[in-house]
C-alpha cells in the first residue's frame, strides 16, 4: 500500500482531501481490489465499477451516523476499505477473514447484512421511517443495481417510498449488467432514460437560462427547480420514479467525482425521496473485466497480467453437466423450457440460451415469479425446468407451496449450490433445501450421487407426474464417466453400493465419502454397514430402510443440509410410525446456525461432514450403542 491510502483510515480523512487527491485515490483503491481479488477470487467487475460512486457518497455524506445500505452487498469493498478496514482488506472471504458482503458484526459502518438482492430499500424506507419517529435527523442512502431493481422487492419498496414522502435517497448504480446482461423492459426503459440526450440538452440549456438571469436567490433557484421539473414533465411525462412520488436525478457520469458530489449533495438536501441515476461502468480499470464483465463478476483467482484463472480444473462443474444435459434433451424434446432467474452463466444454461433461445428464458431476478411462470407453462402443456441457486429458491418458498405443491404440477426445479458454499458465507449457503421441499406436499426431492446420475436423473424428473426437484452441489463433479443412453429412474428407488448387517443411508453429495468410510471402518474395525445411495429424500425408499430397521440394528444417514426436517427426520419419522423403536438409529447432517465462511472443505471437516468425520461419527455411535 502506498500514496493517498495510506492517510485515509475512515471517512474523516477522505473528506480533508481535494478531488484531484480522491481521484488518484480511486486508483490506489482499484489496485488494491485487483491485487486482493487476484488472490481470493471475488466481486471484481461490480467493485472496480463503484469505486469513484462509493468515495462520493462517503464524501457527502456523514456515515456511520448516515446510513448506507448496499444492495446484494457484493460491490461493498471500497466501502470496507475506507471504513478502518484496509488492512484486513487481504483477507476478504477466507476463513474468520473480512466477509465480502457488508456485515454488521465486522463494523459500525455496515448497517445492514445483504447478500441476496433488492432488500436494501425496504431496509432503508424502514430505517428512515424508525429516524422520523424517534426524532433523529440522519441520512439514509440505499445503493442499489440495475440488475437488482428487476427484483419484484425493490418494487414493492419504491411504492411505499413514494407513498410515504420519506427522505430517503436512492442510488441507482445503471451499468447495463445484472450478473450477465440486465433484462426486461424495465432495463430497457433505463437504457432509454441514459440515451435522453434530448432531455439533457433541454435540462442543460435551463439551467445555462438561469445562470444568465443578474440576480441570483432562492427563489431563482426554487423556479430552476421548477422549469427543471416542467421540462422533465414536458418531455417525460411518463418518468416511472416521478409519476411515483420519487424525485429523478438523472442520468449522472458515475466515475466523474464532481458530477457525483454535486448530485449527491442536492439529494442530502432535497427533502423527500430522491433516485439518483448513475452511470457506471462495469469493471472499470481492468481491461479483462471491461470487455468481460459477467466473467469476472464473481471471479476465481487470476493473473493479474493477463486476466487468466488459476488453477483452471479439468473436470466439468455439476452446473456445465447440468447444461449439457438440458441441450441434450431439448434435442429430443421441444416441449423442454429452461427459466433461470438471472444466473445464465451461473445455472450452466449459457450454452443453451445460445442453441435454443426461443426455450430459455432469464426472467431477471425474480425467483418468485420464476416459478409462477413456470406453473403456467408446465398447465399449458410445456415442460419447464426451473435452474436456481438452493439459497435463492427460498425467496419464492410460497410460490413453491401454494403455486406449485397444492396444485400438484408436473415440473423440474434444478438446485444449484446445494450444500456447503465456499466463501460467500453465512448468505449464500445452500443447506435449507432439502428441509422445505421435503414438507411440501407431493414435492419429489432429489440428490445425485455423481454428475453421471445427475443427467439421468434429470431426464427421468421430466417424466414424472409431480413436481421434482433436483439437488446438486456447487463446483467440480467427480470426473466419473458419463453413459451415452439414458436410464430411468423409478421414483422412490435407491441404490445399495455395499452390502453389510447395518445401514448408511446416505444422500447426493455424501454417498461417495459414506462409502469410502463404510469400506474403511469394515476393514479395520469389523463395522458393518451396508451403503445405499437413497436417491430420494421424498418418497424415502421405505421397503429398504424397513428392511434393516430390525431391533438392535443400526441405521445411519447422511446428508450434508440441516438435520430439522431433513431426510434423516424423515427416516426417523418412518422408524416412529412402523414402531421400531428397538433401531439404534443416527442422523448425521448441519446444525441450525450462521456458518462461518470460508473454503467448503474447511467448513465441511469441522462439521464433520467429510470422510474422516463421517468415520468419527460412525465409530462414535457404535461406540455408544455398544457399550
Ligand atoms: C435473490 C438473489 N438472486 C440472485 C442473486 C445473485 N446475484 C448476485 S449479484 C447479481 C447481479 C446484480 O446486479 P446489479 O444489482 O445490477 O449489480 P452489479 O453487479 O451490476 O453492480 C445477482 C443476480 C442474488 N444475490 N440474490
Same mark, same amino acid.
Given at each position: 500500500m502506498s500514496g493517498i491510502l495510506d492517510r485515509v483510515n475512515d471517512p474523516k480523512d477522505l473528506k480533508k482531501l481535494s478531488i484531484k487527491e480522491i481521484s488518484q485515490l480511486a486508483q490506489e483503491i482499484r489496485s488494491l481490489i485487483k491485487e486482493v481479488v487476484s488472490q481470493n &477470487? &471475488? =466481486?471484481?467487475s461490480s467493485n472496480l465499477g463503484v469505486v469513484e460512486l462509493t468515495l462520493a457518497l462517503h464524501y457527502v455524506f456523514d456515515a456511520p451516523r448516515d446510513r448506507l445500505l448496499w444492495d446484494v452487498g457484493h460491490q461493498c469493498y471500497t466501502h470496507k476499505i475506507i471504513t478502518g478496514r484496509k488492512d484486513r482488506f487481504p483477507s476478504i472471504r477466507k476463513y474468520q477473514g473480512l466477509h465480502g458482503f457488508p456485515c454488521r458484526e465486522e463494523s459500525e459502518y455496515d448497517v445492514y447484512n445483504t &447478500? =441476496? *438482492? *433488492?432488500t436494501a430499500l425496504s431496509a432503508a424506507l424502514g430505517m428512515a421511517v424508525a429516524r422520523d419517529k424517534m426524532g433523529k435527523d440522519h441520512q439514509v442512502v440505499a445503493m442499489v443495481g440495475d440488475g437488482s431493481l428487476t427484483g419484484g422487492v425493490a418494487w414493492e419498496a419504491l411504492n411505499q417510498i413514494g407513498h410515504l414522502r420519506e427522505n430517503v435517497t436512492v442510488v441507482l448504480n445503471y451499468n447495463e449488467m445484472s450478473i450477465s446482461p440486465n433484462v426486461g423492459a424495465l432495463s430497457g426503459y433505463l437504457s432509454y432514460l441514459v440515451s435522453g440526450q434530448h432531455y439533457l440538452r433541454m435540462k442543460d440549456y435551463a439551467k445555462s437560462f438561469l445562470k444568465n438571469v443578474p440576480v441570483v436567490g432562492w427563489p431563482l433557484i426554487r423556479a430552476a427547480r421548477g422549469i427543471e421539473e416542467a421540462v422533465k414533465k414536458a418531455f417525460f411525462p411518463g418518468l416511472v420514479f416521478e409519476e411515483l412520488g420519487i424525485r429523478y436525478i438523472g442520468p449522472v457520469q458515475g466515475h466523474s467525482l464532481e458530477s457525483l458530489i454535486e448530485v449527491f449533495k442536492e439529494a442530502r438536501d432535497y427533502e423527500g425521496p430522491v433516485l439518483l441515476h448513475c452511470v457506471t461502468q462495469k469493471g472499470k480499470g481492468f481491461t479483462p473485466a471491461q470487455n468481460n464483465p459477467s466473467k469476472y463478476h464473481s471471479a476465481k483467482p487470476f493473473d493479474l497480467q493477463t486476466g487468466e484463472f488459476l488453477n483452471r480444473n479439468q473436470k466439468p462443474t455439476y452446473s456445465s453437466v447440468f447444461g449439457n444435459t438440458l441441450e441434450r434433451i431439448a434435442g429430443e424434446d421441444d416441449k423442454l423450457m429452461a427459466i433461470t432467474a438471472a444466473m445464465p452463466e451461473g445455472t450452466g444454461l449459457k450454452s443453451f440460451s445460445d442453441q435454443y433461445p426461443d426455450r430459455f428464458f432469464d426472467v431477471g431476478i425474480a425467483e418468485q415469479h420464476a416459478v409462477d411462470f413456470a406453473t403456467g407453462l408446465a398447465l399449458s402443456g410445456l415442460k419447464p425446468v426451473v435452474a436456481i441457486y438452493s439459497t435463492f429458491l427460498q425467496r419464492a418458498y410460497d410460490q413453491l407451496y401454494h403455486d406449485v405443491a397444492l396444485m400438484d404440477i408436473p415440473m423440474v426445479f434444478a438446485l444449484d449450490r446445494a450444500g456447503i458454499v465456499p466463501d460467500d458465507g453465512p448468505t449464500h449457503q445452500g443447506v435449507n433445501d432439502i428441509s422445505y421441499l421435503r414438507h411440501l406436499p407431493h414435492m419429489i426431492v432429489m440428490a445425485p450421487k455423481d454428475e453421471n446420475e445427475m443427467q439421468h436423473m434429470v431426464k427421468s424428473s421430466l417424466s414424472y407426474s409431480h413436481p421434482t426437484s433436483i439437488r446438486f452441489p456447487k463446483g467440480k463433479a467427480l470426473g466419473v464417466s458419463m453413459d451415452r443412453d439414458w436410464k430411468y429412474i423409478p421414483v422412490g428407488e435407491s441404490e445399495l453400493l455395499k452390502e453389510g448387517k447395518d445401514l448408511l443411508f446416505a444422500f447426493g453429495s455424501m454417498v461417495y465419502p459414506c462409502l469410502e468410510a463404510a469400506k474403511k471402518l469394515e476393514e479395520k474395525e469389523g463395522i458393518s454397514l451396508a451403503v445405499v445411495n437413497a436417491r430420494f429424500a421424498n418418497p424415502l425408499d421405505e421397503k429398504v430402510i424397513l428392511k434393516y430397521a430390525q431391533p438392535g440394528r443400526v441405521i445411519v444417514t447422511a446428508e450434508e443440509g440441516i438435520l430439522a426436517g431433513g431426510l434423516g427426520s424423515g427416516v426417523r419419522s418412518l422408524l416412529d410410525r412402523e414402531n421400531r423403536f428397538e433401531v439404534r438409529f443416527k442422523k448425521i447432517g448441519l446444525p441450525t446456525e450462521v456458518y462461518p465462511m470460508g473454503k467448503a472443505e474447511r467448513i465441511k471437516k469441522m462439521y464433520q461432514l467429510d470422510e474422516e468425520g463421517l468415520a468419527e461419527h460412525i465409530r462414535d455411535f457404535y461406540k455408544q450403542v455398544q457399550g
Amino acid at each position: 500500500m502506498s500514496g493517498i491510502l495510506d492517510r485515509v483510515n475512515d471517512p474523516k480523512d477522505l473528506k480533508k482531501l481535494s478531488i484531484k487527491e480522491i481521484s488518484q485515490l480511486a486508483q490506489e483503491i482499484r489496485s488494491l481490489i485487483k491485487e486482493v481479488v487476484s488472490q481470493n &477470487g &471475488g =466481486h471484481l467487475s461490480s467493485n472496480l465499477g463503484v469505486v469513484e460512486l462509493t468515495l462520493a457518497l462517503h464524501y457527502v455524506f456523514d456515515a456511520p451516523r448516515d446510513r448506507l445500505l448496499w444492495d446484494v452487498g457484493h460491490q461493498c469493498y471500497t466501502h470496507k476499505i475506507i471504513t478502518g478496514r484496509k488492512d484486513r482488506f487481504p483477507s476478504i472471504r477466507k476463513y474468520q477473514g473480512l466477509h465480502g458482503f457488508p456485515c454488521r458484526e465486522e463494523s459500525e459502518y455496515d448497517v445492514y447484512n445483504t &447478500g =441476496h *438482492a *433488492a432488500t436494501a430499500l425496504s431496509a432503508a424506507l424502514g430505517m428512515a421511517v424508525a429516524r422520523d419517529k424517534m426524532g433523529k435527523d440522519h441520512q439514509v442512502v440505499a445503493m442499489v443495481g440495475d440488475g437488482s431493481l428487476t427484483g419484484g422487492v425493490a418494487w414493492e419498496a419504491l411504492n411505499q417510498i413514494g407513498h410515504l414522502r420519506e427522505n430517503v435517497t436512492v442510488v441507482l448504480n445503471y451499468n447495463e449488467m445484472s450478473i450477465s446482461p440486465n433484462v426486461g423492459a424495465l432495463s430497457g426503459y433505463l437504457s432509454y432514460l441514459v440515451s435522453g440526450q434530448h432531455y439533457l440538452r433541454m435540462k442543460d440549456y435551463a439551467k445555462s437560462f438561469l445562470k444568465n438571469v443578474p440576480v441570483v436567490g432562492w427563489p431563482l433557484i426554487r423556479a430552476a427547480r421548477g422549469i427543471e421539473e416542467a421540462v422533465k414533465k414536458a418531455f417525460f411525462p411518463g418518468l416511472v420514479f416521478e409519476e411515483l412520488g420519487i424525485r429523478y436525478i438523472g442520468p449522472v457520469q458515475g466515475h466523474s467525482l464532481e458530477s457525483l458530489i454535486e448530485v449527491f449533495k442536492e439529494a442530502r438536501d432535497y427533502e423527500g425521496p430522491v433516485l439518483l441515476h448513475c452511470v457506471t461502468q462495469k469493471g472499470k480499470g481492468f481491461t479483462p473485466a471491461q470487455n468481460n464483465p459477467s466473467k469476472y463478476h464473481s471471479a476465481k483467482p487470476f493473473d493479474l497480467q493477463t486476466g487468466e484463472f488459476l488453477n483452471r480444473n479439468q473436470k466439468p462443474t455439476y452446473s456445465s453437466v447440468f447444461g449439457n444435459t438440458l441441450e441434450r434433451i431439448a434435442g429430443e424434446d421441444d416441449k423442454l423450457m429452461a427459466i433461470t432467474a438471472a444466473m445464465p452463466e451461473g445455472t450452466g444454461l449459457k450454452s443453451f440460451s445460445d442453441q435454443y433461445p426461443d426455450r430459455f428464458f432469464d426472467v431477471g431476478i425474480a425467483e418468485q415469479h420464476a416459478v409462477d411462470f413456470a406453473t403456467g407453462l408446465a398447465l399449458s402443456g410445456l415442460k419447464p425446468v426451473v435452474a436456481i441457486y438452493s439459497t435463492f429458491l427460498q425467496r419464492a418458498y410460497d410460490q413453491l407451496y401454494h403455486d406449485v405443491a397444492l396444485m400438484d404440477i408436473p415440473m423440474v426445479f434444478a438446485l444449484d449450490r446445494a450444500g456447503i458454499v465456499p466463501d460467500d458465507g453465512p448468505t449464500h449457503q445452500g443447506v435449507n433445501d432439502i428441509s422445505y421441499l421435503r414438507h411440501l406436499p407431493h414435492m419429489i426431492v432429489m440428490a445425485p450421487k455423481d454428475e453421471n446420475e445427475m443427467q439421468h436423473m434429470v431426464k427421468s424428473s421430466l417424466s414424472y407426474s409431480h413436481p421434482t426437484s433436483i439437488r446438486f452441489p456447487k463446483g467440480k463433479a467427480l470426473g466419473v464417466s458419463m453413459d451415452r443412453d439414458w436410464k430411468y429412474i423409478p421414483v422412490g428407488e435407491s441404490e445399495l453400493l455395499k452390502e453389510g448387517k447395518d445401514l448408511l443411508f446416505a444422500f447426493g453429495s455424501m454417498v461417495y465419502p459414506c462409502l469410502e468410510a463404510a469400506k474403511k471402518l469394515e476393514e479395520k474395525e469389523g463395522i458393518s454397514l451396508a451403503v445405499v445411495n437413497a436417491r430420494f429424500a421424498n418418497p424415502l425408499d421405505e421397503k429398504v430402510i424397513l428392511k434393516y430397521a430390525q431391533p438392535g440394528r443400526v441405521i445411519v444417514t447422511a446428508e450434508e443440509g440441516i438435520l430439522a426436517g431433513g431426510l434423516g427426520s424423515g427416516v426417523r419419522s418412518l422408524l416412529d410410525r412402523e414402531n421400531r423403536f428397538e433401531v439404534r438409529f443416527k442422523k448425521i447432517g448441519l446444525p441450525t446456525e450462521v456458518y462461518p465462511m470460508g473454503k467448503a472443505e474447511r467448513i465441511k471437516k469441522m462439521y464433520q461432514l467429510d470422510e474422516e468425520g463421517l468415520a468419527e461419527h460412525i465409530r462414535d455411535f457404535y461406540k455408544q450403542v455398544q457399550g
